[in-house]
C-alpha cells in the first residue's frame, strides 16, 4: 500500500488500507468504554510511527506515568506480556533476545513522553509548539501527537468545543496529525458503539475528524471500525494479544 505524505501509517495495515493512515492537519480519535484496548492501540501506532518508521512523535500521556508507558512499549515491541515484565519473570534468553532489543530501539527512537498528570489545552500547545520549533533547527519534522486520553485534559468538560478548536489549529498549523483516546458510555453487552456513545458532544465533531471505535470482548481479536461523515465502515477484526498489547 501507498501512504503519502499526507498520511501517516498506524501499522495496522487493514486499518491503514481502509483510511490510508492518520491524516496531517486533522483529528482521529480512537474511541471506546473504559478498558477495551485505547491505551494499548496508541502504543501500537506509536511504536510503528517512532521505531518502525522513525517518524518524530510525542505522547501526552496523563492518565499513566512513563515507566507504565514504557512497560506497555516494550511488551508490545518484544511481545512479551506485561505482568511478566513488572514481575521479573522471563528469562536471561528472552531479555537478550527480545526485551534489550526492544529497549535499544526506543531509546534510539523520537519519541517524546510527557506524563504531566494535571495538564491543560494551552500547555499541550505550547509544549507541542516548543518541540516542533526545537525539531526543525534541526530539520526534523514533527509528524504525531497522540493524547490518552481527552476527559483528563483540565477543563476538558466545560470547554470540550474550545479545546478541540485549539486543537484543530494546532493541527491544521504544523501539519501535524492528532490522535486523541476518547472514553465511550458502558454498556452491559459489547455491541459496536455510535456517536451517542461519546462521552462528548456529538455537536462538536466535525465531518473532517475520524473516530476509530474499539470494541469486543474476544481473547485474541478486537473489533475495530471507523466513522467519517459519510459513512461507518464495516467492522475489522485485529488479532490483538491483550497479554502483552499487540495489535495487528
Do not use: W
Not at 537478550?96 to 529497549?103: F, H, S, T, V, Y
Not at 510527557?114 to 500547555?123: G, K, L, P, Q, S
Not at 498549523?173 to 458503539?193: F, G, V, Y
Request: with cysteine.
Amino acid at each position: 500500500m501507498h501512504i503519502n505524505k499526507h498520511f501517516i501509517p498506524t501499522g495496522i495495515q487493514s486499518l491503514d488500507a481502509a483510511i490510508g493512515g492518520l491524516k496531517t492537519g486533522k483529528l482521529t480519535f480512537v474511541a471506546s468504554k473504559p478498558g477495551q484496548g485505547k491505551t494499548a492501540f496508541l502504543a501500537n501506532v506509536v511504536a510503528h510511527t517512532t521505531v518502525s518508521q522513525h517518524i518524530p512523535t510525542v505522547i501526552f500521556s496523563i492518565e499513566m506515568g512513563r515507566n507504565s508507558l514504557y512497560e506497555r512499549l516494550v511488551a508490545k515491541i518484544s511481545k512479551i506480556k506485561i505482568e511478566l515484565l513488572r514481575n521479573g519473570y522471563f528469562s536471561r534468553e528472552q531479555h537478550k533476545r527480545l526485551i534489550q532489543p526492544a529497549l535499544d530501539s526506543l531509546q534510539k527512537s523520537p519519541l517524546y513522553i510527557d506524563d504531566t498528570a494535571v495538564i491543560n489545552m494551552e500547555e499541550i500547545c505550547q509544549r507541542t509548539r516548543r518541540l516542533y520549533k526545537e525539531l526543525s533547527q534541526t530539520c526534523v519534522k514533527l509528524k504525531l501527537v497522540t493524547i490518552d486520553y481527552f476527559q483528563l485534559i483540565k477543563g476538558a468538560q466545560a470547554e470540550t468545543n474550545h479545546i478541540l478548536a485549539q486543537l484543530r489549529e494546532l493541527a491544521r498549523d504544523l501539519q501535524i496529525a492528532i490522535i486523541i483516546s476518547i472514553q465511550c458510555k458502558r454498556h452491559e453487552d459489547n455491541i459496536q458503539p455510535s456517536l451517542s456513545d461519546i462521552r462528548i458532544p456529538t455537536m462538536d465533531i466535525q465531518k473532517e475528524d475520524k473516530i476509530i471505535f474499539l470494541y469486543g470482548d474476544a481473547s485474541d481479536t478486537i473489533n475495530l471500525s471507523v466513522y467519517t461523515a459519510e459513512h461507518m465502515s464495516n467492522t475489522l477484526q485485529i488479532p490483538f494479544d491483550k497479554g502483552s498489547g499487540h495489535m495487528g
